[in-house]
């Protein structure tokens, strides 16, 4: 599946010679895209005849003019450049590891079909397959189309010119016979395929658009009576799509080494699509359509995102075991007073705050916690995680909370306010884009919806104003980090604002180091003085110390998120948090 499995593109080029060693008759499937070619490359099907039991599967993609141009939108008329192709053929080649057949139309002028030459066995390609129509040519299956061949003598020189611009031996160029599809009978196509096979085509694949296979069972006949030295080691092909009777066992009988199943993918698939669109639309919901639909996962597994997935959790885990969470929860405020202990202790339907917010970090692998207690701080009995104090929380607030626990920042750290709940994927996108280290050092987790919500619209918000503002779409969080936080406080006019900052952030260890060189530098100038919104360093909140970190000419990132969070300010909030967090 891709991304799990990938051959070389020297020994892709050789996979279809070494299959061919093997004596029997070749299947190949049309694949017009990567998730097709990815279903041809896994399908199995398991089989028991005369008490045997054997797994049968495709051999290799036949990669299709007509199903890359009509799955582009567009005719069958070679107007889809040898670039476009290979951007297809590269796509299925990628994540899977069985040959490919190309369909080259008519190869072009022979100065056009050297250079296809090149970059298809560069890509990997095994066999590319031309066609003796004279450029453009039309689709040999079209009703009343003209089909004008070219010059056996021209079309016989391109060939021996691609020949000599191969580099690999079992890179092979097999000439297609259109003589039964232009009404010029078996002779004609009997004395072309002489000539092509003496101009060093390693096979011929003769076509035909009759219902019955009566004309290619003639032309194998006939084939099989060319002198030995002309036909020796050279294949026969054909491609049983209007007579689809014939079986696979009738064609190898016959002398055929290899049988094309030219478009089914993309028939197949056009039909169950228009089915699921109609249902749906007849429907009014999708819910009737799903027993025809694989399940998400399915999907999600055949193109290696579950693999993705379970390698990012590792890297996530390996990464945030070396992080450490910072929670000052010592303040003392009028909730804090009702309930007789810290904000982050209060209980929400039998769980604390600070609970709930451990299982949410647990779950995206953090386990390193850092908690500054002050108020009631024998009330704090968690275990398994180191415990700071600031005992003079009455006069020293949050950001002084915060660097109680200074010995802890040493290492990357997040800081979290202690009274909000909020979705651990907002979380886990941070540990994401922190292991990214052109993110920068520091990263505010900041909110748009803020002027949604009326019953928090009177209350002083941490807001925040940005340069380089990007417009989002509503209900998705927006990985960039492109933005840069200008101002921030509880001061700026909501009006002017961009974002609220919900009171999660990143620090990388430069991150920490910048915070803690600040911090230093002006705690004692400003013990006595006013700190930006604070009457002073000991009263200042985290947004003081953020603001003189931007005035000094450190970037600080958002990471944007819309809702999925909540803080815990007044009994409004607690009953709003006891309908959402019902769990016990």
């Given at each position: 599946?891709?991304?799990?499995?990938?051959?070389?593109?020297?020994?892709?080029?050789s996979a279809l010679a070494n299959k061919l060693k093997k004596g029997r008759i070749l299947r190949f499937m049309e694949a017009h895209n990567a998730i097709?070619?990815?279903?041809?490359?896994?399908?199995?099907?398991?089989?028991?005849?005369?008490?045997?039991?054997?797994?049968?599967?495709?051999?290799?993609?036949?990669?299709?003019?007509?199903?890359?141009?009509?799955?582009?939108?567009?005719?069958?008329?070679?107007?889809?450049?040898?670039?476009?192709?290979?951007?297809?053929?590269?796509?299925?080649?990628?994540?899977?590891?069985?040959?490919?057949?190309?369909?080259?139309?008519?190869?072009?002028?022979?100065?056009?079909?050297?250079?296809?030459?090149?970059?298809?066995?560069?890509?990997?390609?095994?066999?590319?397959?031309?066609?003796?129509?004279?450029?453009?040519?039309?689709?040999?299956?079209?009703?009343?189309?003209?089909?004008?061949?070219?010059?056996?003598?021209?079309?016989?020189?391109?060939?021996?010119?691609?020949?000599?611009?191969?580099?690999?031996?079992?890179?092979?160029?097999?000439?297609?016979?259109?003589?039964?599809?232009?009404?010029?009978?078996?002779?004609?196509?009997?004395?072309?395929?002489?000539?092509?096979?003496?101009?060093?085509?390693?096979?011929?694949?003769?076509?035909?658009?009759?219902?019955?296979?009566?004309?290619?069972?003639?032309?194998?006949?006939?084939?099989?009576?060319?002198?030995?030295?002309?036909?020796?080691?050279?294949?026969?092909?054909?491609?049983?799509?209007?007579?689809?009777?014939?079986?696979?066992?009738?064609?190898?009988?016959?002398?055929?080494?290899?049988?094309?199943?030219?478009?089914?993918?993309?028939?197949?698939?056009?039909?169950?699509?228009?089915?699921?669109?109609?249902?749906?639309?007849?429907?009014?919901?999708?819910?009737?359509?799903?027993?025809?639909?694989?399940?998400?996962?399915?999907?999600?597994?055949?193109?290696?995102?579950?693999?993705?997935?379970?390698?990012?959790?590792?890297?996530?885990?390996?990464?945030?075991?070396?992080?450490?969470?910072?929670?000052?929860?010592?303040?003392?405020?009028?909730?804090?007073?009702?309930?007789?202990?810290?904000?982050?202790?209060?209980?929400?339907?039998?769980?604390?705050?600070?609970?709930?917010?451990?299982?949410?970090?647990?779950?995206?692998?953090?386990?390193?916690?850092?908690?500054?207690?002050?108020?009631?701080?024998?009330?704090?009995?968690?275990?398994?995680?180191?415990?700071?104090?600031?005992?003079?929380?009455?006069?020293?607030?949050?950001?002084?909370?915060?660097?109680?626990?200074?010995?802890?920042?040493?290492?990357?750290?997040?800081?979290?306010?202690?009274?909000?709940?909020?979705?651990?994927?907002?979380?886990?996108?941070?540990?994401?884009?922190?292991?990214?280290?052109?993110?920068?050092?520091?990263?505010?987790?900041?909110?748009?919806?803020?002027?949604?919500?009326?019953?928090?619209?009177?209350?002083?918000?941490?807001?925040?104003?940005?340069?380089?503002?990007?417009?989002?779409?509503?209900?998705?969080?927006?990985?960039?980090?492109?933005?840069?936080?200008?101002?921030?406080?509880?001061?700026?006019?909501?009006?002017?604002?961009?974002?609220?900052?919900?009171?999660?952030?990143?620090?990388?260890?430069?991150?920490?180091?910048?915070?803690?060189?600040?911090?230093?530098?002006?705690?004692?100038?400003?013990?006595?003085?006013?700190?930006?919104?604070?009457?002073?360093?000991?009263?200042?909140?985290?947004?003081?110390?953020?603001?003189?970190?931007?005035?000094?000419?450190?970037?600080?990132?958002?990471?944007?998120?819309?809702?999925?969070?909540?803080?815990?300010?007044?009994?409004?909030?607690?009953?709003?948090?006891?309908?959402?967090?019902?769990?016990?």
């Open positions: 599946m891709s991304f799990l499995t990938k051959r070389s593109n020297e020994k892709r080029v097709s070619g990815l279903i041809v490359d896994d399908i199995k099907i398991n089989v028991v005849k005369n008490g045997k039991r054997r797994f049968l599967e495709f051999d290799g993609f036949w990669e299709s003019s007509f199903t890359d141009s009509a799955s582009k939108g567009l005719p069958d008329i070679e107007i889809v450049g040898i670039e476009s192709r290979l951007h297809t053929i590269n796509q299925i080649m990628e994540g899977t590891k069985k040959p490919m057949i190309v369909d080259g139309d008519t190869g072009g002028d022979p100065s056009r079909f050297e250079y296809m030459v090149k970059k298809f066995e560069a890509a990997g390609v095994s066999m590319v397959i031309i066609e003796d129509k004279v450029f453009p040519k039309r689709n040999s299956l079209e009703t009343g189309t003209r089909q004008e061949l070219e010059d056996p003598v021209l079309f016989a020189e391109k060939i021996r010119r691609g020949q000599l611009t191969k580099r690999k031996k079992d890179f092979m160029i097999m000439a297609r016979l259109e003589s039964l599809i232009a009404g010029l009978g078996l002779k004609d196509a009997l004395e072309r395929a002489k000539i092509y096979l003496e101009a060093g085509a390693d096979g011929i694949m003769i076509h035909s658009k009759k219902d019955d296979p009566d004309d290619i069972l003639e032309f194998a006949a006939e084939f099989k009576k060319f002198p030995k030295q002309l036909i020796e080691n050279k294949m026969l092909c054909c491609v049983p799509t209007t007579y689809n009777t014939i079986t696979e066992r009738e064609l190898a009988e016959a002398g055929f080494n290899i049988v094309i199943y030219a478009n089914h993918m993309l028939r197949a698939s056009y039909l169950a699509m228009q089915k699921a669109c109609r249902e749906i639309l007849k429907s009014g919901r999708s819910f009737e359509i799903d027993p025809y639909c694989a399940p998400v996962k399915e999907i999600f597994n055949r193109v290696g995102f579950l693999d993705v997935k379970e390698k990012d959790k590792e890297m996530a885990e390996k990464f945030s075991s070396k992080i450490k969470v910072l929670i000052p929860a010592a303040g003392k405020d009028e909730l804090a007073k009702k309930y007789q202990r810290s904000r982050a202790l209060i209980e929400i339907n039998g769980k604390s705050i600070l609970e709930r917010q451990i299982k949410a970090l647990r779950n995206v692998g953090l386990n390193n916690f850092v908690i500054v207690k002050g108020y009631n701080g024998e009330l704090f009995r968690m275990e398994n995680v180191n415990y700071c104090e600031n005992k003079e929380y009455e006069t020293k607030h949050i950001l002084s909370s915060l660097f109680c626990a200074q010995d802890h920042m040493n290492s990357p750290f997040i800081f979290l306010y202690s009274d909000i709940l909020f979705n651990e994927n907002i979380i886990r996108d941070l540990l994401r884009i922190s292991q990214n280290k052109s993110i920068g050092d520091i990263v505010l987790v900041v909110d748009s919806s803020f002027h949604q919500h009326k019953n928090r619209i009177d209350r002083d918000l941490d807001l925040i104003v940005t340069k380089n503002k990007t417009q989002d779409s509503i209900r998705r969080v927006i990985n960039s980090v492109d933005e840069k936080v200008s101002f921030i406080g509880e001061k700026i006019d909501k009006s002017s604002a961009d974002y609220e900052f919900i009171g999660i952030a990143y620090f990388s260890e430069n991150g920490a180091k910048i915070l803690k060189d600040t911090y230093f530098d002006v705690v004692v100038k400003y013990s006595n003085n006013r700190f930006h919104e604070a009457e002073n360093i000991h009263k200042a909140n985290f947004t003081d110390i953020i603001q003189e970190i931007i005035n000094r000419g450190y970037e600080v990132n958002v990471l944007k998120t819309h809702k999925g969070w909540m803080e815990i300010e007044n009994e409004d909030d607690l009953k709003l948090a006891e309908t959402i967090y019902k769990d016990a």
